[in-house]
């Protein structure tokens, strides 16, 4: 398995050291290095690329401005000299957050969880296509069958999966929304906030803010109405 992969920084000593980084991971193949972001913007609109490192303090656009204009995200791992965006960029679902200067020890960790994530999302989208998902919790595979999930929570680094039969603890998995959102058929899941997805099937009633399952209310932002679109286009 090989993961493509870009580097995004404005300092040449930085994209010869991760160059040579990259070199010594068997599994990486560095498809270009880019001095700024629209340089990256450019490779990824014409490759498919699976992860990249980027910068985050650059001439033009940023590295976390790089990472909200794409509609299709690869993985990222953030590499900076400023601890201090940390939580903006795992609240951007970055792979891993990594301080200059960096140890290859410490990188090799980082592309460790990058190819872990990448090998969980294809087995997800395997088994997406049929009626259920296995999930990795509590050092077994559990089988989520995808018709008796309720609606699917964001809880910090991990995921919450609560079921329509209210007798059934939810499932608490270690993932990312975005991970799972990309897994799951679009036919039967939303998104509706950053932190929930919901079963198109279970919804009862939609208002301006909120959406309902049941007795349940939960939120819709402002971002996410366009996707009600979905469930709303055969309204009388």
């Known amino acids: 398995m090989m993961l493509s992969c870009i580097i995004v920084d404005d300092e040449p000593l930085a994209l010869d050291l991760l160059e040579d980084y990259i070199k010594n991971v068997p599994y990486l193949h560095l498809m270009g290095r880019c001095s700024n972001a629209m340089a990256a913007i450019e490779i990824l609109q014409n490759n498919k690329i699976d992860l990249v490192f980027s910068d985050i303090k650059m001439q033009g656009l940023s590295g976390l401005q790089l990472i909200k204009t794409l509609a299709v995200k690869p993985m ?23 301080l200059k200067p960096v140890p290859f020890e410490r990188f090799i960790r980082a592309c460790n969880k990058a190819l872990t994530a990448y090998n969980s999302q294809q087995s997800m989208n395997q088994q997406a296509s049929g009626r259920y998902i296995f999930f990795h919790a509590d050092y077994s ?51 509706i906030h950053k932190s929930y997805i919901v079963h ?4 009862t009633a939609i208002r301006k803010n909120s959406l309902f399952l049941g007795n349940l209310e939960l939120p819709v932002t402002e971002s996410y109405k366009k996707y009600l679109q979905l469930l709303t286009n055969k309204k009388i």
């Open 76 to 98: 990222f791992i953030i590499i900076t000299a400023y601890s201090s965006y940390a939580v903006e960029s795992y609240e951007l679902d970055v792979v891993d957050y990594l």
């Open 141 to 191: 595979l559990i089988k989520v069958m995808l018709d008796e999930v309720l609606y699917i929570e964001g809880v910090k680094d991990y995921v919450k999966i609560h079921y329509t039969s209210q007798g059934k603890v939810p499932l608490l998995i270690r993932h990312s929304m975005k991970g799972i959102e990309e897994a799951i058929p679009a036919a039967k899941f939303i998104r």
């Open 200 to 203: 198109t099937g279970q919804v």
